[in-house]
């Protein structure tokens, strides 16, 4: 996804991942700072409402204002060569702990608070092309975890196909709720959770 100024400066890195303190903003000086806070709300904005539409829901889950109040993370991966060198925003995965009561395979409940896999978009453009996994697969090194471990809040056919094509997740545990848990949701689980 394109947009009219230069993305490079807000998403210094490939991947940036960005939070409710915005750290991104925080090298910019005062006089432009209200200018890039309003960009970088248009691109998650923007994103959000994408992924949404693309999601068929009826209302985006991913923005600005969402993430301000949220422990959630937000991982947007750029290309920073596309659209004349100003970048172009690829994709987003956004992730965060939620309390959830999570059946085991034998049916019992258990009420914990898994890292869950909240909403994940890569522009029409360039599904398929292996930049989800990228997304992906940065996203497990910084937080640590194995993809059995993830909760994943109403997967898409898509989603599934990946989750399926590159993790080998396809078995789930029944659930009371939209989460999707799989086998081996249970199996040596860090202590956190
Ligand atoms: N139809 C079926 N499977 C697909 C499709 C598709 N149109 N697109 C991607 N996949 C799956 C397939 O397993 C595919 O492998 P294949 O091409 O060999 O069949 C694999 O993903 C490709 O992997 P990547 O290229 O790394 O994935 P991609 O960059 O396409 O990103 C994503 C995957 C994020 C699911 C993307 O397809 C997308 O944005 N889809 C629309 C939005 C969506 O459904 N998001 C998930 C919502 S659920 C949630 O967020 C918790």
Known sequence: MEFAFNLNPLLPDEITIIDSSFSNLQKFQRSSYDSHRSNLMQVIDNMGIASGKAQALPNAITSFKRLQYSDHRLYVL???????????????????????????????????EPL?????????SRQRHGYGKVLFEYMLQQEQVEPVH??????????????????????????????????????DRPESG
């Open 116 to 124: 869950c896999v909240l909403d994940f978009y890569v522009h029409e």
């Open 78 to 112: 750029k290309d920073a060569f596309a659209n004349n060198m100003q970048g172009a925003v690829v994709g987003i995965l956004k992730m965060g702990r939620k309390k959830l009561f999570v059946y085991d395979m034998l049916g019992k409940q258990h009420e914990m």
């Open 150 to 187: 993830l909760a994943i809040d109403r997967p898409s056919p898509k989603f599934a196909g990946f989750l399926k094509k590159h993790y080998g997740l396809k078995d789930c545990i029944p659930q009371m709720n939209n989460f999707v848990v799989f086998h081996g949701f249970f199996r």
